[in-house]
């Protein structure tokens, strides 16, 4: 086994210094952000000092320590597997794409306002999970979908991995996230409440022991990602207005797994899609959008429609006041920072980025034949004045 290991761990070193001279070695897109090129030598540099480590350690032959080592292998080449990932493969392969997507998100914070401490993330069309939008926070980067800086319909999606960042950014203690503020307790006001009634009302027992399971999926972390996910869904509606209620609504129609469910309660990933909906619609609400709320409950009723009937308890899981409540609360957290709406947006620029977003959905609802022409037209406005 020490062999084996002895081996794997110069392998390791081997892999990284590959990585490391590929690099040096390589012809890099002068558009690409400098200080990402030198965290990446300075992250595979840290990494290679601590397998060097290992390999220079006596003890790694030793029998008795055999399991220690091959915990601190796997976890290195995790972290080995991460670099090249999320940040090699995104160098080698920044392309005409991504040079379009970052000089668009760099609109996008100067039209929002955004102050923090954090750069502006990468935009990347490559290793995109899914393929569909994502972020990793702790490498500042956003994917896109190959292909996509030809589509407009779509990125509003960009606003709500923005607002992942800004939620990690608003932690600003362990116990405080100026975004949410203390709807947590809301949440366990709410659910103590049910909890109470229904033993009072002798309940079935298994109802009253879900309660604190969904209680604890709805503001525990370690659970799931509900608050953080309705959150970063309120911070985009706040950002980019209605355009985002109908990319979620055209997000939920292109479902075509036969695992999908609308009415989720159970998945630790994301809440359900109908209950994020109403919480888009609230957020519309307070920002002034009811024109947009009735277009948008009209074709909203219709999917609904093709969905089968919510399970049962499911709106005591998402109650509209806990959602009415939580749109409020990030509406005022907003409005308190530099950040602009989607509102302040329309009436201080001429015209922001998110005012051709929605114009794009307008322009589709009202003429959908000729949408195509329209968005192809008005892509190659924006690259030039991207330019």
């Known amino acids: 086994m020490s062999r084996i290991l002895e081996g794997a761990f110069h392998d390791l070193l081997s892999r990284i210094k590959k990585l490391s001279n590929r690099l040096i070695d390589a012809k890099i897109e002068k558009n690409l952000d400098a200080k990402f090129i030198r965290r990446t030598h300075d992250l595979l540099d840290s990494l290679s000092l601590k397998v060097q480590k290992v390999i220079n350690n006596e003890q790694l032959d030793a029998p008795f320590l055999a399991d ?18 999320y940040r090699c493969l995104i160098i080698h392969s920044f392309g005409d794409a991504e040079i379009y997507f970052n000089k668009l998100i760099r609109r996008i914070f100067s039209e929002i306002r955004y102050v923090g401490n954090r750069p502006i993330p990468l935009l990347t069309t490559s290793t995109a999970p899914q393929n569909y939008y994502w972020v990793h926070t702790k490498h500042d980067l956003i994917g896109v979908p190959p292909g996509e800086e030809h589509n407009l319909l779509h990125i509003p999606d960009i606003y709500h991995e923005i607002a992942h960042i800004i939620f990690l950014i608003a932690q600003t203690s362990l116990n405080y996230n100026w975004v949410i503020g203390r709807f947590p307790q809301d949440v366990t006001t709410y659910f103590t409440n049910r909890k109470f009634l229904a033993e009072e009302r002798n309940q079935p027992r298994e109802y009253i022991t879900k309660l604190d399971t969904w209680h604890d ?5 370690e659970k799931s990602k509900w608050l953080e996910e309705f959150a970063c869904d309120l911070i985009a509606t706040y950002l980019v207005g209605p355009a985002y209620a109908w990319t979620h609504l055209k997000l939920v129609i292109s479902e075509g797994k036969a695992t999908y469910d609308l009415y989720n309660i159970t998945s630790e990933n994301h809440p359900a899609d109908e209950a994020r909906m109403r919480a888009i619609r609230y957020m519309l609400f307070e920002l002034g959008q009811s024109d947009a709320i009735n277009q948008l409950d009209q074709a909203w009723d219709l999917v609904l429609q093709t969905y089968k009937k919510k399970p049962t308890y499911y709106d005591s899981v998402y109650p509209d006041e806990l959602l009415e409540k939580f749109a409020q609360t990030v509406y005022r957290a907003c409005s308190k920072q530099t950040l602009q709406s989607y509102r302040q947006q ?4 001429d015209p922001p980025l998110s005012a051709l977003l929605n114009e794009a959905w307008m322009k589709l609802h009202a003429s959908p034949d000729t949408y195509a022409s329209w968005e192809k037209q008005t892509i190659l406005e924006l690259r030039r004045e991207l330019d």
């Open 217 to 221: 999926m709805w503001i525990k972390p």
């Open 346 to 349: 329309i009436e201080q620029q």
């Open 68 to 85: 220690d080592y091959l915990r601190n292998f796997r976890q290195l080449n995790d972290e080995c597997t991460e670099i090249e990932t």
